[in-house]
Nanobody, 114 residues
Framework: QARLVESGGGLVQPGGSLRLSCAAT????????MAWYRQTPGNQRELVAS???????DYADAVKGRFTISRDRGRNTMNLQMNSLKPEDTAVYSC????????WGQGTNVTVSS
């Protein structure tokens, strides 16, 4: 049973940057896909970015050119670099990994506000 733990959320001003990390209890390269989702109150969870086992990435249109998903083999983490943040990026961001079944982290809050 894999466990995922997110970190790096917080409060940032519009135009600022944050870096989220997702630490896994198992080798991140053993997952067929890893992804970041986000959710705001009253809305469905939406896919932000994903990275496949082979390294290909995909992004939601709303974050293309601003967010970058990556994996760090040495730290065994998946990361999301978020630049040029906007108030509409405010959400709970959750890490997801899939290997036969899906695993979720508990989420980390990101608030973009002046």
């Amino acid at each position: 049973q894999a466990r995922l733990v997110e970190s790096g959320g917080g409060l940032v001003q519009p135009g600022g940057s944050l870096r989220l990390s997702c630490a896994a209890t198992e080798n991140i390269f053993s997952f067929s896909v890893m992804a970041w989702y986000r959710q705001t109150p009253g809305n469905q969870r939406e896919l932000v970015a994903s990275i496949a086992g082979g390294g290909s990435t995909d992004y939601a249109d709303a974050v293309k050119g601003r967010f970058t998903i990556s994996r760090d083999r040495g730290r065994n983490t998946m990361n999301l670099q978020m630049n040029s943040l906007k108030p509409e990026d405010t959400a709970v961001y959750s890490c997801y990994a899939h290997r036969g079944v899906g695993y979720w982290g508990q989420g980390t809050n990101v608030t973009v506000s002046s």
